[in-house]
C-alpha cells in the first residue's frame, strides 16, 4: 500500500454504506482526488472537525483505487462560508466548476492557487450582497488556467464595474459558454 500526503481543498462529500463518506478533494499535487473517510459521519469520529466542505486540510491516506484517509489535520477553514447564505451558494458553485470541468488526477497548480484564492477572498469579502463579479471573475479566470478560450466581449476588469442587470447576463453568457464545454448542465445562480 501506498502512503501519501497532501494538502486539499474539500469539494464534495458523498454519503458511502453506513458511516462512510467518500470525499473528492482537489489538491495541488495530485489534481482532483477521491478518497474513502471511513466513520466520518458517525458522532464520535474524530476526524469530522478537520474536513470541513470547502475547508483546506492536510489529508493522510494509503491505498491504490480508492485511497482510505487514515488521518487529517485542519489548515484553514473559512467560517463567513457558513454564516452567510449567498457566500455559501456562490462556493459551492465554484466547487461544482471544479467537480465538473477537471478530470481526476491531473494536476493543475494553476487552478489550485485559483480556487484557494477565491475562497479567502470570498470569506474576507463584505460587499453587502454583491458578490457576482467575484464569481464571474473567478469563472473566467478558472476557463482560461483550463485552456478554454473567452468570449472577447468579457474579461475580470470589465465584470467589477457592471450593474446587476450586466453582471446576471455575463452570468448567462458565461454558463452557457460552461455547459458548452463540459456539454452537460451547471446549476445557475439567480441573482
Same mark, same amino acid.
Request: charge should be negative; charged fraction near 20%.
Given at each position: 500500500m501506498k502512503y501519501k +500526503?497532501?494538502?486539499?481543498?474539500?469539494? +464534495?462529500?458523498?454519503?458511502?454504506k453506513e458511516a462512510d463518506q467518500i470525499l473528492t478533494v482537489w489538491t495541488r499535487e495530485a489534481g482532483k482526488v477521491r478518497i474513502l473517510a471511513r466513520g466520518l459521519r458517525k458522532p464520535a469520529?474524530?476526524?469530522?472537525?478537520?474536513?470541513?466542505?470547502?475547508?483546506?486540510?492536510?489529508?493522510? *491516506?494509503?491505498? +491504490?483505487?480508492?485511497?482510505?484517509?487514515i488521518g487529517a489535520k485542519p489548515i484553514r477553514n473559512f467560517p463567513s462560508l457558513t454564516e452567510d447564505l449567498q457566500k455559501t451558494?456562490?462556493?459551492?458553485?465554484?466547487?461544482?466548476?471544479?467537480?465538473k470541468m477537471t478530470a481526476d488526477e491531473h494536476p493543475?497548480?494553476?487552478?489550485?492557487?485559483?480556487?484557494?484564492? *477565491?475562497?479567502?477572498?470570498?470569506?474576507?469579502?463584505?460587499?453587502s450582497g454583491r458578490y457576482q463579479p467575484l464569481l464571474e471573475c473567478f469563472s473566467l479566470d478558472?476557463?482560461?488556467?483550463?485552456?478554454f478560450k473567452i468570449p472577447k466581449n468579457l474579461d475580470s476588469s470589465m465584470l467589477r464595474q457592471m450593474n446587476s442587470d450586466q453582471i446576471e447576463e455575463a452570468?448567462?453568457?458565461?454558463? +452557457?459558454?460552461?455547459?458548452?464545454?463540459?456539454?452537460?448542465?451547471v446549476w445557475m445562480i439567480k441573482y
Open positions: +500526503k497532501l494538502l486539499g481543498i474539500i469539494l +464534495k462529500k458523498q454519503n458511502y469520529s474524530k476526524l469530522n472537525y478537520a474536513l470541513p466542505d470547502l475547508g483546506l486540510a492536510e489529508l493522510h *491516506f494509503t491505498g +491504490k483505487n480508492l485511497p482510505v484517509l451558494i456562490i462556493g459551492f458553485y465554484a466547487a461544482e466548476l471544479m467537480l493543475n497548480a494553476e487552478a489550485y492557487d485559483l480556487l484557494a484564492g *477565491f475562497l479567502a477572498e470570498l470569506n474576507q469579502a463584505d460587499y478558472l476557463l482560461e488556467c483550463l485552456g452570468h448567462s453568457t458565461i454558463n +452557457k459558454f460552461i455547459e458548452y464545454i463540459i456539454e452537460r448542465p
